[in-house]
């Protein structure tokens, strides 16, 4: 198990010595801002190849002419390392990175950009936003109008985030750009541009970085899970493990493809290990399925209340739609959807919504949202769900066994008490 950074931050500020503080950067920079030098510079623990990544970007970043291209990539060393972990405390590392280019090179961009995807991972979007607005006014930088886009995605502006990233596209199409649009494609309906585009980006992924090959095939994986092409989503969830083994979000691919194939025992423990690198409740929910599934109620109890106590703040979205297709605390499932809605408001927070309310018996405000929701042609399995169950609770028995029978043509991407859920719609449009 990998060490969590999250609460070493500060000590490692303690435990630094002086003369790491003295080489951390220019001492102008280090007048200015010790504290974020230190943090940025100090010694890590870890033994695997990032963590051996990181620590050579640190040494080049402690001297000679190459520092700040060090301090750069080391940021987004850390990024990486957040991804590949699971471990937020990552991102804070890379924001102590972004504070340190700032102090040590004043008005430098690459600060600004390092910053900018911090804050997008943290799911502080708005702030990315400002931050990117603010690169885009500068400069004309293709990864300026990634993170704008990015921005725009996640509150929910998606014709503005698409004109960013055609820009994108535009000023130099490769793995970033070919990523973007395989995500815009896939959400508004065009699985197969989706994977075009994202076969186009594993073409252009750069050998150096294994991280965002990893990425890539994982996203091709659950695009072939979708399409129902279940040997072909287990080859590419098997090649994103090739470029990270311990990947956990290839690993929980993996294990969604082997639940859909029926392969519960080889599912369960692909599923516990990505769990247990990756204890978010996205993880955690389908890993307390598979258990249910296998008859392990004692043991899916467990993971459950973990899921709520901790998901709560790791995760508010997900721990609302797991609360309401439990049907268990529908008004905490309100409180954590509309919670998220500040924050963010794209497809899948209006979706967390509408589910929330339906559960709370709000079936008018429920079916008003889901209707937002679906307005983008998103394809997904547990959208058109949650749209069948809101439109039949209206008494709109047609749009409900529309929506119902495009869920079950996707009835590879739904967890298995989804499925029971999913049967049990069905069968009592039929018996109706």
């Not at 996707?410 to 069968?427: F, I, K, V, Y």
């Amino acid at each position: 198990m990998r060490r969590s950074l999250s609460a070493g931050i500060i000590s490692l500020c303690v435990s630094v010595t002086a003369a790491c503080a003295r080489q951390a950067a220019p001492p102008a920079a280090v007048a200015a801002a010790p504290d974020a030098c230190v943090v940025a510079l100090a010694e890590g623990t870890g033994q695997d190849r990032l963590a051996s990544e990181i620590e050579r970007a640190r040494q080049g970043a402690r001297r000679g002419p190459n520092a700040k291209p060090a301090l750069e990539r080391l940021g987004y060393l850390h990024v990486s390392s957040a991804r590949v972990t699971g471990d937020a405390g990552h991102y804070k590392l890379a924001e102590a990175v972004a504070d340190c280019l700032q102090a040590s090179y004043p008005g430098e961009a690459a600060a600004l950009l390092l910053r900018g995807h911090v804050l997008h991972q943290l799911h502080r979007f708005k702030e990315a936003e400002q931050v990117a607005r603010e690169l885009v006014a500068k400069r004309t930088m293709v990864l300026d109008y990634g993170l704008l886009g990015d921005a725009l995605m996640e509150q929910g502006r998606l014709d503005e985030a698409v004109a960013a990233y055609q820009q994108m596209i535009d000023l130099k199409p490769f793995y970033q750009s070919y990523t973007r649009a395989a995500h815009v494609r896939w959400m508004k309906g065009d699985l197969d541009g989706a994977r075009q585009a994202m076969r186009r980006a594993i073409e252009s992924a750069s050998p150096r970085d294994p991280e965002s090959s990893a990425w890539a095939w994982t996203r091709v994986a659950l695009y072939e899970l979708q399409a129902n092409r279940l040997a072909d989503a287990r080859r590419a969830a098997d090649t994103a493990l090739t470029f990270e083994a311990s990947y956990a979000a290839a690993l929980l691919a993996r294990g969604r493809i082997l639940l859909a194939e029926g392969s519960r025992a080889e599912a369960l423990k692909v599923l516990t290990q990505a769990a247990s690198l990756t204890p978010l409740p996205e993880y955690q929910w389908t890993l307390a399925d598979a258990l249910r599934a296998s008859g392990r109620t004692d043991d899916a109890a467990a993971v459950e209340r973990e899921l709520v106590a901790r998901g709560r703040s790791s995760d508010p979205r997900t721990v609302a739609l797991y609360l309401a297709t439990r049907g268990a605390d529908a008004s905490a499932a309100l409180s954590l959807a509309e919670a998220e809605l500040e924050v963010r408001e794209d497809v899948f927070t209006l979706d967390a919504q509408a589910w929330a309310l339906a559960a709370n018996g709000r079936t008018p405000e429920a079916l008003s949202i889901i209707n937002r929701a679906l307005a983008a042609g998103t394809a997904d399995a547990r959208l058109f769900l949650h749209a069948g169950v809101i439109h039949a609770d209206a008494g709109r028995r047609p749009e409900a066994s529309r929506w119902l029978h495009k869920a079950a043509r996707l009835r590879a991407m739904l967890l298995p008490s989804e499925h029971t859920l999913l049967d049990g719609q069905l069968n009592n449009r039929h018996t109706n």
